[in-house]
């Protein structure tokens, strides 16, 4: 509500540069067309990395129901601690991405995931909140590295365009994932539904990952 009353109080700019030409549609999107095909690897960059970090993050969303087995006080400790985490996360954000790029840390949170992932097979209340606690900060900590090195890839008059190409692709993969994660889930239990995503996980660190080079 905060948001939508700062936005109504903003005016657009009434003075404009001299012999200013608007871009269409059809130029914005042409733009967009030769920009995947002039770097190819890109768009396989924005494809992968939007799937298997939506992967990561669904623990954060399906442990959520399985939270009804703790007391209110635990719960609101928990999400505190996340919030804290997340906080902690885009700090180290801030010091790692000075060093590393995006396609390093992806290389390094997607295993650790995947190891995460494999410890619900145990199915202990104190695993799971080890396990959404740490998969939620590893998120927090990925997606402002993430976001740095996307925008340098891209020209200045297509960046906007392209950030929303790449926030469509990430919507668009959740929306086929989750369903088909909670379908797996109550087929195969909340436990081993998420062990067999770290299996995953880790074969595709093993394997697939070198196609983001």
């Known amino acids: 509500m905060l948001a939508i009353l700062v936005i109504s109080l903003m005016k657009e700019p009434k003075v404009k540069v001299k012999n200013e030409v608007s871009s269409t549609f059809s130029d914005i999107f042409k733009s967009v067309i030769t920009t995947l095909k002039v770097n190819p690897k890109l768009i396989r960059w924005m494809l992968i990395s939007q799937t298997l970090?939506?992967?990561?993050?669904?623990?954060?969303?399906?442990y959520q129901n399985e939270m009804v087995q703790l007391q209110s006080w635990q719960i609101s400790?928990?999400?505190?601690?996340s919030c804290l985490i997340n906080?902690?996360?885009?700090?180290?954000?801030?010091?790692?991405?000075?060093?590393?790029?995006?396609?390093?840390?992806?290389?390094?949170i997607i295993p650790i995931s995947a190891f995460l992932f494999l410890l619900a097979i145990l199915a202990n209340p104190?695993?799971?909140?080890?396990?959404?606690?740490?998969?939620?900060?590893?998120?927090a900590m990925f997606f402002p590295?993430?976001?740095?090195?996307?925008?340098?890839?891209?020209?200045?008059?297509?960046?906007?365009?392209?950030?929303?190409?790449n926030a469509m692709i990430g919507s668009l993969i959740m929306i086929f994932i989750f369903p088909l994660m909670g379908m797996i889930i109550d087929y195969l239990s909340f436990s081993i539904s998420f062990m067999y995503l770290g299996?995953?996980?880790?074969?595709?660190?093993i394997g697939i990952l070198k196609i983001t080079e």
Do not use: P
């Open 77 to 81: 400790l928990m999400m505190l601690a």
């Open 53 to 62: 970090i939506t992967f990561t993050s669904m623990f954060y969303f399906y």
């Open 199 to 205: 299996i995953f996980l880790l074969l595709v660190s």
């Open 126 to 139: 104190r695993i799971y909140i080890f396990i959404f606690l740490i998969s939620d900060g590893l998120v």
């Open 145 to 165: 590295i993430y976001n740095n090195d996307i925008q340098q890839e891209f020209e200045s008059h297509i960046r906007a365009t392209m950030l929303s190409v």
């Open 87 to 108: 906080i902690f996360g885009v700090w180290m954000a801030s010091k790692i991405g000075e060093k590393w790029t995006s396609r390093q840390v992806f290389k390094i």
